[in-house]
């Protein structure tokens, strides 16, 4: 089995498969870039349009379509400092919401929103124990920023500046190229942040938020000449999550009672020295808890298709992901169901 292959299967692993994934992560951390040839270099961009709308108790007809359509962009750089050891930078977008319930005749959520963005630097170093076994660790520098308005809920507000936390990533990896082979395994730490706030336009204070710690288990395997099987488990500690600023009347503005598993798996194809192709499949089981109407979805299944086009020392990965939405009924006993979502992203790669 070709090491071309290897990482041509590898790169298809990494479309927009988990979009709109569990909680507010937008984007799943991987390792694939540790094990690029050489001095390495990628951007990415992916545009990921949802669909969903709730009805029955607090809406007369239907809330409308709640959830806005968005982008995020990645950058990756891969180097080698000797035959052992080598790093990697990568800039993300890992998490983000994006929540707008349109005023709607007879909807009590009418006017209701909910954003937070956030961007990442994680910064790794990789050391090779053996030909087979390589150690890497690094550290992630995280900020996010949030906002809120919840007319329903005593008009209430909220506003928090953009904060800095700091956490870490650490993994082990086992390889065996002449049959594709790899798995890798990644702890990923929490990340706290402490941000200033204001909430019903002039009470100033601060929020705690932590974004959650989770596990990676990546892997792939030749089956067969020019054919890879490739895909991940990844889990994250959604139920230790909450955002509850000091002023909120209900308390608690946002929290999951338990965590999420996500299950991808896919199979890759090369076709020839320059295309290759692949299928990937999701699903990531319901919680079947009371969810926040801010993020009503609980569970999803996904299938994706992608192809890569290889030149030289350039290789261009596209692909686009259907994704189904999981019914769930939030506190008021709201139904959202029926929602869906449609992904495309574009992955430009460069070995020198």
Known sequence: MSRHLLLAGTALAMLPSLALAAGIERNAPSSRILFEDGRYLEFSFSAIEPDLSGSGAAVATTTGDLFNGYGTVGFGYKADINDKLSYAFILDEPVGVDTTYPVVAGSTYSGTTAKLDGIQLSGILAYDVQPDVKLYGGLRAQQISASASIPFVGSYTVDADAGWGFG???????????????VALTYYSEIEHTLDTVEFGSVAGDVDIATPQSVNLEFQTGIAPDTLLFGSVRWVDWSEFSIAPDNYPLGILVDYEKDWTTYTLGLGRRFNETWSGSVLVGYEPPTDTVLTTLGPVDGRTSIGVAAVYT??????????????LGDTTNVLGTDFSGGDAIGVGIRVGYTF
Do not use: F, N, Q, S
């Open 168 to 182: 870490y990533l650490a993994g082990v990896a086992w390889e065996k190229p002449e049959i594709a082979a790899r």
């Open 311 to 324: 030149k030289d020392h350039m290789k261009v990965t596209t692909g686009i992901t259907y994704v189904d």
